[in-house]
C-alpha cells in the first residue's frame, strides 16, 4: 500500500511517500481502507519528536492520527462492523508506529464508529480526534451544565470549532477567542462573543465583562491563555487546557478544579457525535483539501497555527 513515512525526527522534510505491506486485522479489529485522513499538531509534534515521553515510538513511522473510509476487512472476534461499512476514527494506539497517512489501517473495533451520513469521507476525517478531545474535555472532565458560561480559546481551530457547538448545544454561553479573520466563522458556529486575541488582553476584557467569575475555561491555546486562567473563574469553576499542565498550587489557591486532557479513543462517543451531527445540531470544520502527497506542505501550515478548521489529505 501507499502511505507517508518517516525514519527518524526532524522537519518535514523527513516524510516520504513509499510502499509498504497492507496490514492485516487482528482479532477484535477492523482493516479501514482510508478514503480521507485529518493534519493534527500532534502529527508534526510527534514528527518532531515531543511525544516521545507520553508513548513508545518505532520506526518507520507513519503519521496520521484521523481517518474516514470503509472497512475492507474484520478480524477474528469483531461485532459491529462489517465490510463495506462507512466508517470514521481516532486511530491512536498504545504505541506510535502504523498512522493513517496510509492507503488502509487496522484498529480496534472500540476505536470506530459508523460515519456521520450527513458527512462526506473528507468532512468526516476533520472530526474524530478534534471533537472527542472537545467532548471529554468539556463534558467529561469539566462536568458543562446547561446555563453555564464557558470561554473557549482558540475557536477557530479544529478542536474550537467542535468545542463552540457541543458548548452551544448543551445550553451554555460562549465566549471564544479568534482573529479578525475568523470572527463571522465563530459566530456561524454559535459564538455568543468572540475576543480578537492579537488586539485585545483577554483577560482584562474578561474580568471587566465577567466580574463575579466564568464557570469554564477551555485552553486550546496554550501559553498567556492558560497563565492568565486562574482569575478569570469563580470559586469551584473549571479550568481544562489541552496544551498545558494547570499549576495544581495557582488552581487549588483559587479553588478550582483544573487539569489537561489527553484524548483517548472512545467509539461511543463518536457514535453519539455522529448522531449529533445527523441531526444537524452540529456542522463539520471548514475543511480544505489535499492531496497526500502534500502532507508535507500541510504540516508546515498548520505548525504555523492559523489554519481555519481543518485541512485533511485525500488517501484513495
Ligand atoms: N491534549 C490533547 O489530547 C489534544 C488534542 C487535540 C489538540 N491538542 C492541542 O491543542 C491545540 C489546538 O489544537 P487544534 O487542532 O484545534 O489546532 P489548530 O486547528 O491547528 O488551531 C489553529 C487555530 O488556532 C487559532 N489560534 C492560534 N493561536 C491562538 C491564540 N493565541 N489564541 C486564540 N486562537 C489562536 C487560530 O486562529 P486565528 O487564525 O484566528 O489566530 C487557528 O484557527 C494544539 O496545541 C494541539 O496540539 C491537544
Known sequence: MKAIVFDSFGGSDKLRVAEIPTPEPHRGEVQIKVAYTSV????????????TEMLPHHFPIIPGWDAAGTVS??????KNFHVGDAVYAYARKPEVQWGTYAEYVCLDENAVAKKPKALSFAQAAGIPLTALTAWQALFDFAALKQGETVLIHAGAGGVGSMAIQFAKNAGAKV??????RNHAYV???????????????????????????LDIVFDCAGGSALEESYDLLRSEGRLVSIVGTPDPAKAE???????????????TQLTQIAELIDAGKVLPQHTTERPLEEAAAAQDENKERHVRGKVVLKVS
Open 175 to 180: 465566549i471564544t477567542t479568534a482573529s479578525a
Open 40 to 51: 493534527n499538531p500532534v502529527d508534526w509534534k510527534i514528527r518532531e519528536g515531543h511525544l
Open 73 to 78: 476487512a474484520i478480524g477474528p472476534g469483531v
Open 187 to 213: 459566530t456561524e458556529l454559535g459564538a455568543d462573543e468572540v475576543i480578537d486575541y492579537s488586539q485585545n488582553s483577554v483577560s482584562e476584557l474578561i474580568k471587566q465583562r465577567y466580574p463575579a467569575g
Open 253 to 267: 489557591a483559587a479553588n478550582l478544579k483544573a487539569g489537561f486532557v489527553f484524548v483517548s479513543p472512545n467509539s
